[in-house]
DNA sequence: CTCCTGTATTTTGGATCCAATATTGATAAT
DNA sequence: ATTATCAATATTGGATCCAAAATACAGGAG
């Protein structure tokens, strides 16, 4: 094996620095509202300031970070009323998916979700909690896509990237990861039995919980 | 007065290609599927190929052109498939945005709905279809503004972009700018009474409506 | 005649350099 | 002392040039 070094690196120097800018960005390293110099990220990330630019503007796009004319890129502010937000959004947009989703399941599809499952719980063993957002991720994006609706799916998916930093806040959490294992298996269960009503239940329920457990996570001291 | 020619030039190159990429994509004058040639395009609109990349890579995030690595940009085929579950996302937000709006809905902002308005049947009056599509816009971007949701209102304006080589389309025919103007007029007299749902409802009629002219105007001899 | 292969050409990706704009700081006038 | 103005600096925007990849094409083997 020569480069399975876990990630190999993207074929492009804007997708690498984009990548890279997303886990800068999760991570904290570069915080909500710090200005962008795209000298010195150019030069950390060993490219050019063009690459860097093109993937500026893909963040942009997607709302992680926000752009004026010759002032240059800020990392957007997330605030619990923006995560408050996405999750509304999401809710509004995953219910249809999953609803549209329910029409059109196959065996085949629910084999693919389970094996996602089946890798989330692996990693969730193994304690590897990227791996585990990860896989989470690809459980729920397999369901969404049965919808056969492309644009809607985008959409979710570029939502849950927006939510990216908080995720990884959840997921850092024991008895979270625990919950979301409870909630997949009972979300494969009621998708056998074909109840989309059910499973949007439990979606929104999941989100409700993750924005309570964030808020009282965030703001740890405001009653003391 | 030096520069009022209808539209100033953008304060960048990015800007400028932008909105002339939309133009020549609603216009058709850009064909879906067609690749963008970068160079051609470039030397077309007078600039050279990274402001126009950095467009694409707006446009990309739009959903307007697709991109493959070492492949280049493409215009998005836009299906009536993917027009009609534009319409159906578009009625999951707006829907979501109008009812939270009618809760904030305050006299300022009533009037400013109704300015856009009186500015739409200026235009239709003269017969400013361009005119009268731009502050149609302004007339609903105004009332889903009112939701506080600024997220939501991105993705909504995100959503009309995508769609405009159709509204042009739609507009194109005199009784649909007839009919759109009475739609406006129900819907502010229902925001007025502060009736959200009787809006949806309107709402929803009127992309029904859009979906199915514009149908019957792309597929004419499907009977025949 | 078909298919594979290697090469030429086209097209995209990226680095560097220069221009334009914004920001900062210093100076001077009130 | 405060504010306005102008110069110096930092930062972004854009053009050109070169590298890398993909595509098209020609030639030869089967």
Redesign the interface.
């Known amino acids: 094996m020569t480069s399975v070094e876990g990630h190999r690196r993207?074929?492009?120097a804007q997708?690498f620095v984009l990548e890279e800018l997303r886990r800068a960005i999760t991570t904290g390293r570069l915080r909500p509202g710090d200005p962008i110099r795209q000298e010195a990220l150019a030069e950390e990330f060993d490219v050019s300031r063009?690459p860097l630019?093109?993937a500026l503007?893909?963040l942009?796009?997607?709302?992680l970070v926000t752009y004026k004319?010759?002032r240059g890129y800020c990392v957007q502010r997330l605030s619990l009323d923006?995560l408050r937000?996405?999750c509304?959004?999401r809710e509004?947009?995953e219910a249809?998916a999953v609803r549209r989703a329910v029409e059109r399941l196959t065996d085949a599809g629910l084999a693919a979700a389970e094996r996602a499952q089946a890798e989330v719980e692996r990693a969730a063993a193994a304690g590897e909690v990227l791996e585990m957002a990860e896989a989470n991720r690809r459980f729920h994006m397999t369901i969404f896509e049965w919808s056969e609706?492309?644009?809607?799916v985008?959409?979710i998916r570029t939502l849950w990237d927006s939510t990216d930093a908080y995720r990884s806040l959840y997921y850092g959490e024991e008895p979270n990861r625990q919950r979301v294992i409870e909630e997949h298996r009972a979300t494969l269960d009621l998708l056998r039995r074909r109840d989309a009503e059910a499973v949007v239940a439990v979606l929104a329920a999941h989100r409700a919980h993750a924005v309570t457990a964030i808020e009282t996570q965030l703001a740890p001291g405001t009653v003391g």
């Open positions: 993207p074929p492009t997708q063009v630019r093109e503007k893909t942009e796009g997607e709302g004319a010759h923006d937000e996405v509304l959004i509004l947009l249809e609706l492309p644009r809607l985008r959409l």
